[in-house]
């Protein structure tokens, strides 16, 4: 995979949407430096500049159908499961997926697609992994980064190679029915509270607030939760927060 090093950037994923008729897939777009860093549900992601991985991924994923889609991000969040795994450090995945070591919330993962009738033309690969970054001055509630955790320092060229050779070769067969089924199962054994006990969620509608353990996930996305009298509720993205 092409790396290209960008120094500032509004965002990565927004110069890939920009360009994306002019650069060839698969190609890894890196910036020193992000001004509008883009994190779910709209909001910004911090990142001290030239301390973290902050990069996006033009892929083009041969034979992937629309309703298949969710089958990238289970793979981008595997993949960065290895990376960190590499590195010495257990990290799970919060549903949908974000990256955390223990209760802390080191990667975050925005995805877009481009889909036609029948396929996933190109999909914008959007990751924040907190690397050397000490202090974080944003009001994100648990963000941890890998020299916290471990006392090391990392080289962030060598690591951007590292995790690009990781990324490619997860997602190299993700339109083959059967590669799929074996990143959905990896998927489910890596979940983030996925121990089959209670815990704490939030309904976003309502507010209300219950306790509930994970029953499933679909392998289009949604999260099914057995609550504590035994039945199960399905909740599609946004839907559901954990607490």
């Given at each position: 995979m092409k790396i290209l090093h960008l120094d500032v950037l509004d965002s990565?994923?927004?110069?890939?949407m920009r360009e994306v008729a002019s650069l060839e897939a698969p190609v890894m777009v890196t910036a020193y430096r992000q001004t509008a860093g883009q994190?779910?549900?709209g909001n910004s992601w911090e990142a001290e500049p030239g301390k973290n991985l902050t990069f996006s991924i033009l892929y083009r994923p041969a034979g992937l159908p629309p309703m298949a889609q969710f089958a990238m991000s289970e793979a981008v969040a595997l993949a960065v499961v290895d990376f960190l795994g590499v590195h010495?450090?257990?990290?799970?995945?919060?549903?949908p997926n974000d990256i955390y070591v223990g209760d802390r919330k080191i990667c975050g993962i925005l995805i877009r697609h481009s889909i036609t009738a029948t396929c996933v033309d190109y999909s914008v690969i959007g990751v924040g992994i907190n690397a050397n970054q000490t202090e974080f001055l944003s009001d994100a509630p648990n963000p941890v980064s890998m020299a916290q955790l471990t006392g090391d320092r990392y080289d962030v060229g060598s690591l951007y190679a590292e995790i690009a050779a990781i990324m490619e070769s997860r997602l190299e067969h993700i339109g083959e029915e059967d590669c799929r089924k074996a990143i959905h199962s990896e998927f489910m054994g890596k979940l983030w509270r996925g121990d089959g006990k209670e815990h704490p969620f939030m309904d976003t509608a309502t507010g209300e607030r219950f306790m509930a353990s994970i029953a499933d996930i679909a392998v289009h996305?949604?999260?099914t939760l057995r609550l504590s009298d035994g039945s199960e509720?399905?909740?599609a993205f946004k839907e559901v927060a954990f607490i």
């Open positions: 990565t994923n927004a110069y890939i994190g779910q549900r010495g450090l257990e990290a799970k995945v919060k549903w996305g949604p999260m509720h399905t909740y």
